[in-house]
């Protein structure tokens, strides 16, 4: 009796183990659409960004736009979504911010990498980006290309911290002691032109809106492949918590959904971006 007793308690177990795995999933499908549906309501959504020309940038009138709080805006209202709600961080922070809960979606200038992957989701890809040298123009003969900023004695490269371009040094094999870590673009800038670095990388659009302030100061290098390593050349996208599958599905479609209208046109044109800007119809490598 006693044994047939624990077989039936065993079976109950399993039985209420998958009852409770079925209504864990069923929890996090709900739970998953719940942000889409609280979106649609008057509080909207909460976006997280933080300021690098030209994906995202702020006016004298503190207004957020760029590259990507205007195509977001064009997403959200594609969605319904009546409000957007604009949360400043620094670059570092984007993704824990997020994770804590400060905001929704982060839309700003960050690549897709496996290790933001790991983390949060990620929409389908929205611009495809080089990466370049910001140098001083009195030191563009000295350094012609990174192997040569790097084969200056004590030669340093800012990067802003958490970017993809840090950690692209570092994989290469750049002693960290030659990675000079800024907060924003500007700081690099500064750090340049003080010559505490040689150079700032950054992606190439964001060097060319600080080289244009001034360009008979300023040179642009773009970064060339560097034996079998490839220069970062990524694809940006927005940004969402883990599990919230329900808003980034129906983000990406509506995302998709804009391509030919004459508003993403409009966004196209107004930064000036051309067919090699873009992800290919199907989306960009994995």
């Known amino acids: 009796m006693k044994r047939r007793t624990a077989w039936i308690t065993a079976t109950g177990l399993v039985g209420l183990g998958a009852g409770v795995g079925v209504g864990a999933w069923g929890w996090h499908r709900w739970q998953a659409q719940a942000l889409l549906r609280r979106a649609r309501q008057p509080g909207g959504l909460r976006l997280g960004y933080a300021v690098e020309p030209p994906y995202v940038d702020v006016d004298a009138q503190g207004r957020v736009g760029g590259l990507m709080p205007e195509l977001a805006q064009l997403v959200a209202q594609a969605l319904a979504v009546p409000r957007l709600d604009w949360v400043q961080t620094d670059l570092a922070r984007l993704i824990p911010d997020l994770l804590d809960g400060r905001f929704d979606v982060i839309a700003a200038g960050l690549f897709i990498t496996p290790a933001r992957r790991r983390q949060v989701l990620c929409s389908a890809p929205v ?12 030191r563009h003969a000295l350094v012609r290309d990174l192997p040569a900023l790097l084969a200056v004695p004590g030669g340093r490269v800012a990067v802003l911290a958490g970017s993809v371009e840090a950690s692209w040094l570092l994989q290469r094999g750049t002693a960290p002691e030659r990675l000079l870590t800024v ?9 340049v032109e003080a010559g505490q670095a040689e150079a700032l990388l950054l992606s190439l659009p964001s060097l060319t809106v600080l080289a244009s302030g001034r360009p008979e100061g300023w040179r642009l290098l773009p970064l060339r492949a560097v034996a079998d390593q490839s220069p970062p050349t990524g694809w940006v996208a927005f940004q969402f918590p883990p599990g919230q599958v329900g808003l980034q599905t129906a983000w990406d479609a509506a995302q998709a959904g804009l391509s030919g209208t004459a508003a993403y046109r409009d966004w196209l044109q107004r930064h000036s971006l051309g067919a090699e800007d873009l992800p290919p119809p199907a989306g960009a490598p994995a």
């Open 127 to 138: 611009l495809r980006v080089r990466s370049a040298l910001l140098l001083r123009a009195d």
């Open 183 to 191: 907060p924003d673009a500007q700081a690099g800038a500064a750090a």
